[in-house]
């Protein structure tokens, strides 16, 4: 989704931006996130993002087997900064909006900030191919991605729009099926950290046939 803001490298962004940690949610460059926003922290995040005019947040997934000196759980240290695109009010308190990821960054610091959701330094430099559209995804083996994908669906029951998955780009193909894959956190950080576009669809293509033996021999009901 093309966005108002032409974001061309990392120095046009923030060093602090406002993060949302949240397991199992990974944004990834130019792919598309659904959120629904009820918590009061996360609405005045969203109100600040809209004041300050960048509308960013950085997804982040929090790192459950660390903990700050406050309980609240640490963070791992990759994340990815989304702009908010789309929103709307629910009428019962709610924001219904949606993230498009710009980069990927990584956590310098997280600072002492005043506000109720979380604040971190960031560096984007490190992921600078980020903001190079379809970098590398001639590298992808694109059947290799379309097998793993057939054969989850076959396990699991489930159907796709096979139209739109052939006219998909290769990197649109493969951070939609990354950020959609049911995968755990530690799966899902793989694939955020991964350096390019080629590993990540081996990683995603790993996991993928690693959870399908494992059915195979186990007779566990497919995922759902």
Same mark, same amino acid.
């Given at each position: 989704?093309?966005?108002?803001?032409?974001?061309?490298?990392?120095?046009?962004?923030?060093?602090?931006?406002?993060?949302?940690?949240?397991? =199992? @949610?990974?944004?990834?460059?130019?792919?598309?996130?659904?959120?629904?926003?009820?918590?009061?922290?996360?609405?005045?995040?969203?109100?600040?993002?809209? +004041?300050?005019?960048?509308?960013?947040?950085?997804?982040?997934?929090? /790192?459950?087997?660390?903990?700050?000196?406050?309980?609240?759980? @640490?963070? %791992?240290?990759?994340?990815? !900064?989304?702009?908010?695109?789309?929103?709307?009010?629910? =009428?019962?308190?709610?924001?219904?909006?949606?993230?498009?990821?710009?980069?990927? %960054? #990584? !956590? !310098?610091?997280?600072?002492?900030a005043l506000t109720p959701y979380r604040q971190c330094k960031v560096d984007f430099f490190a992921f600078? $191919? /980020?903001?190079?559209? +379809?970098?590398?995804?001639?590298?992808?083996?694109?059947?290799?991605?379309?097998?793993?994908?057939?054969?989850?669906?076959?396990?699991?029951?489930?159907?796709?729009?096979? *139209?739109?998955?052939?006219? @998909?780009?290769?990197?649109?193909?493969?951070?939609?099926?990354?950020?959609?894959?049911?995968?755990?956190?530690?799966?899902?950080?793989?694939?955020? *950290?991964?350096?390019?576009?080629?590993? +990540?669809? *081996?990683?995603?293509? @790993?996991?993928?046939?690693? $959870?399908?033996?494992? #059915? +195979?021999?186990?007779?566990?009901?497919?995922?759902?």
């Amino acid at each position: 989704m093309p966005i108002n803001s032409d974001y061309r490298g990392p120095g046009e962004l923030p060093e602090v931006i406002p993060v949302f940690p949240l397991p =199992g @949610a990974l944004l990834l460059p130019r792919g598309q996130m659904p959120l629904n926003i009820f918590e009061p922290r996360y609405l005045a995040m969203v109100d600040d993002a809209f +004041r300050d005019g960048h509308r960013l947040i950085g997804m982040i997934q929090p /790192d459950a087997a660390h903990s700050r000196q406050n309980n609240e759980p @640490a963070l %791992f240290h990759v994340g990815c !900064v989304g702009r908010i695109t789309q929103l709307a009010e629910s =009428g019962d308190g709610r924001y219904i909006l949606e993230l498009t990821g710009i980069s990927r %960054f #990584k !956590v !310098v610091e997280e600072i002492k900030a005043l506000t109720p959701y979380r604040q971190c330094k960031v560096d984007f430099f490190a992921f600078i $191919d /980020d903001f190079t559209a +379809r970098k590398g995804e001639e590298e992808v083996d694109r059947a290799a991605l379309l097998s793993a994908l057939t054969a989850f669906l076959k396990v699991n029951n489930l159907k796709v729009d096979w *139209e739109g998955v052939e006219s @998909a780009p290769n990197e649109a193909l493969v951070n939609a099926l990354a950020m959609m894959s049911p995968y755990g956190v530690a799966e899902k950080q793989a694939m955020l *950290e991964a350096p390019d576009l080629k590993t +990540r669809a *081996e990683i995603l293509i @790993a996991v993928t046939e690693m $959870d399908l033996a494992k #059915k +195979r021999t186990s007779g566990d009901p497919p995922l759902q």
